[in-house]
């Protein structure tokens, strides 16, 4: 049974940074493409990054520069490192896997997801 359990969400001022962490189980973590979306109430979901499974990556355009997508095999674990912070950044964040084609339609498993709330 796989499982994805996100952490490292909270409330941040503009301009502040947050590490979202996400730890898989019942999976072969390797070799499985790893994304984060994000949902803002009212909004649809968005694909903001994803990683290979050796290690390329790709953004969505507003996060460009801000955000970095990591992974630790060793570990099971994604992260995303988000600097320059921004209201519009406000949203619950979810951890998902898949191959890289099909993150982008959401991939095969979700996490319970955190929420990332960016306000002053």
């Known amino acids: 049974q796989v499982q994805l359990v996100e952490s490292g969400g909270g409330l941040v001022q503009p301009g502040g940074s947050l590490r979202l962490s996400c730890v898989a189980s019942?999976?072969?973590?390797?070799?499985?493409?790893m994304g984060w979306y994000r949902q803002a109430p009212g909004k649809q979901r968005e694909l903001v990054a994803r990683?290979?499974?050796?290690?390329?990556?790709d953004y969505t355009d507003s996060v460009k520069g801000r955000f970095t997508i990591s992974r630790d095999n060793a570990k099971n674990t994604v992260y995303l490192q988000m600097n320059s912070l921004k209201p519009e950044d406000t949203a619950v964040y979810h951890c998902?896997?898949?191959?890289?084609?099909?993150?982008?339609?959401?991939?095969?498993?979700w996490g319970q997801g955190t929420q990332v709330t960016v306000s002053s």
């Open positions: 998902t896997s898949g191959t890289w084609s099909r993150l982008q339609t959401g991939g095969d498993y």
């Open positions: 019942g999976m072969i973590f390797s070799i499985n493409a």
């Open positions: 990683i290979g499974m050796y290690g390329s990556t």
